[in-house]
């Protein structure tokens, strides 16, 4: 079955630079990657995804980008401000199910 | 405006009691998850249902079982509560398999 592993596990920027978090999926089949951010105490959110057919997607200070060859997608933020601190979540979808990263708890220092 | 609700954000039990765990969604969607989230693990599903009373496994479905019997609501059965399964329990819902999933709350149980 499908495996996603994400890295790093935590991790903290300055305030105004970036940020980059990396997964790795198993299962060549794999075609959806959403990425979630969990603020503390609340619920995760869909923040950007990408679909198989595309190698790059930005909205404003984020972006994902795909690399189907090697199996590996990737979250950039940049400019990062202090609301970005949260959990992130990758995930791939295999099979109907979607499979989820263990997180990257991401610090922005002041 | 989607919205995923859980019957309880806090629940406390004793060990080898049946444990309900209630999920509704608003919004007509197929598809409904439920996760459990531990430091360090991340999410992970225990059941999913993609149709009124169907039902698949996820990853951990061992001590749990789920029932849909009306599309909006999918609920998780803890047949007899264990400590190992404290945890906080996640539900989500999404029109299609590839579509964006909405999460509930979450439900923190603690079993003692």
């Known amino acids: 079955g499908e495996n996603v592993e994400q890295h790093p596990s935590t991790l903290s920027v300055q305030e105004g630079d970036s940020a980059v978090i990396k997964c790795t999926y198993s299962d060549s089949a794999s075609n959806y990657f959403p990425w979630y951010k969990q603020e503390l105490g609340k619920r995760p959110q869909l923040i950007i995804d990408i679909r198989s057919n595309v190698g790059e997607k930005k909205d404003q200070r984020i972006a994902v980008t795909l690399n189907k060859t090697a199996k590996h997608f990737s979250l950039h933020i940049t400019e990062t401000q202090p609301e970005d601190s949260a959990v992130y979540f990758c995930?791939?979808?295999?099979?109907?199910?979607?499979?989820f990263g263990k997180g990257t708890r991401l610090h922005i220092l002041p | 405006d989607v919205k995923v609700t859980q019957s309880s954000r806090y629940l406390v039990k004793r060990t080898g009691e049946k444990v309900f765990l209630e999920c509704v969604q608003d919004?007509?969607?197929?598809?409904m998850f439920w996760y459990r989230q531990d430091p360090g693990l991340g999410l992970r599903l225990i059941y999913f249902s993609y149709d009124v009373k169907m039902k698949e496994k996820g990853d951990i479905p061992e001590g749990y079982s789920v029932s849909r019997e009306k599309k909006e609501r999918f609920s998780l059965i803890l047949e007899s509560a264990s400590t190992n399964q404290t945890s906080m329990y996640l539900c989500?819902?999404?029109?299609?398999?590839?579509?964006?999933?909405?999460f509930g709350p979450g439900t923190r149980l603690t079993v003692l």
């Open positions: 919004m007509d969607h197929e598809n």
């Open positions: 995930a791939a979808l295999a099979e109907d199910k979607i499979i």
């Open positions: 989500a819902s999404s029109q299609g398999g590839r579509d964006t999933q909405y």
